[in-house]
């Protein structure tokens, strides 16, 4: 009969798993080549291993507080993400289909272990979910005030030196030439990958020192700011100096690699600089921080 039991449990299992991989499967696809292939989604990859490396890091601390959900909670939740899943799936709303099918999953999980366990696993949990793309909207509403803010500060620190160069809105005129600050330029990609890799480094870390942590990342943006307001200047520099084909081709890349690498180097700069003032101001006996 223990035989038995395990045959069918595996074999339920394995229904179960080729109907989540039916399900997850071409929506991940979809993600792939529509969010992950871009500059803004370059991160994807990156934060799917090491968000699963997390669970698998913490799964077995975690799974000692499992508990079996009421049947109803799970249909019902089941039932709504599905059927709003497939609604995405059908207009192709990349946005929303992601993050449907990913808490879709987490049902499915939670079906499994319970409540307690996905808030032992909250932060992986809510990691994951940078592998999908932000709401169009939502990029729109962040995105336009930075390209108004990076282009008007460019425009003001190089008139100090004597360039030639003006602007209206977010075109930004030097010499002969016109450039557009556009989204990839304005902070919000790089925002989205700074932070979901910095969180990361900062939750391995720091993340028995949970005031301390929560101080890096209110630097995240600053930083991410800053290091695009650095690239906008090195491509109107490279285009005034250089002309624009020199500007678009592989260093207009090349300097979007450059800026991520040290707003993250500037990261690992910051927390090397604060991490000695913060137990100097507050000392471990004061903190009242849970040490691992």
């Known amino acids: 009969m223990l035989t038995e039991f395990r045959a069918s449990t595996i074999a339920s299992f394995a229904v ?8 997850a499967i071409p929506t991940l696809i979809f993600v792939i080549q ?34 079996i959900p009421s049947g109803i909670r799970v ?41 307690e366990v996905l808030k032992r696993l909250w932060f992986p949990i ?15 509403a962040v995105t336009v005030p930075m390209k108004m803010w990076l282009s008007v500060a460019a425009i003001r620190f190089l008139d100090l030196f004597g360039y030639p160069i003006g602007g209206e ?10 450039l557009l600050v556009a989204a990839a330029c304005a902070g919000i990609n790089s925002i989205i990958s700074l932070s979901s890799i910095s969180l990361f480094y900062i939750y391995v870390r720091h ?21 695009n307001f650095v690239r906008v200047l090195i491509l109107i520099l ?23 690498a040290v707003a993250i180097a500037a990261v690992f700069a910051l ?10 101001v507050f000392p471990s006996s004061d903190r009242g921080d849970l040490h691992a």
């Open 16 to 23: 179960l798993a080729a109907g989540i991989a039916l399900f």
């Open 271 to 280: 927390d090397s600089v604060l991490k000695p003032v913060w137990n100097r």
């Open 207 to 227: 993340q028995a020192e949970w005031r301390y942590a929560a101080l890096l990342v209110l630097f995240i943006v600053p930083i991410a700011l800053l290091a």
């Open 75 to 115: 249909w019902g939740s089941l039932s709504l993400l599905v059927a709003l899943q497939v609604a995405a799936r059908i207009t192709q709303i990349v946005e929303l289909e992601g993050f449907l099918m990913y808490g879709s999953l987490i049902v499915v999980l939670y079906a499994f272990v319970g409540a």
């Open 34 to 67: 529509e969010y992950w292939s871009r500059e803004d989604g370059a991160h994807g990859p990156i934060v799917l291993f090491t968000g699963l490396w997390l669970v698998w890091r913490q799964w077995h601390d975690a799974i000692s507080a499992r508990e």
């Open 126 to 140: 809510v990691y994951i979910g940078f592998i999908f793309p932000p709401p169009e909207t939502l990029v729109a």
């Open 238 to 260: 490279l285009t005034y100096h250089a002309g624009e084909a020199a500007a678009q081709g592989f260093l207009h890349n090349f300097a979007g690699i450059v800026m991520f």
């Open 169 to 178: 809105g977010v075109r930004i005129f030097i010499g002969q030439y016109e």
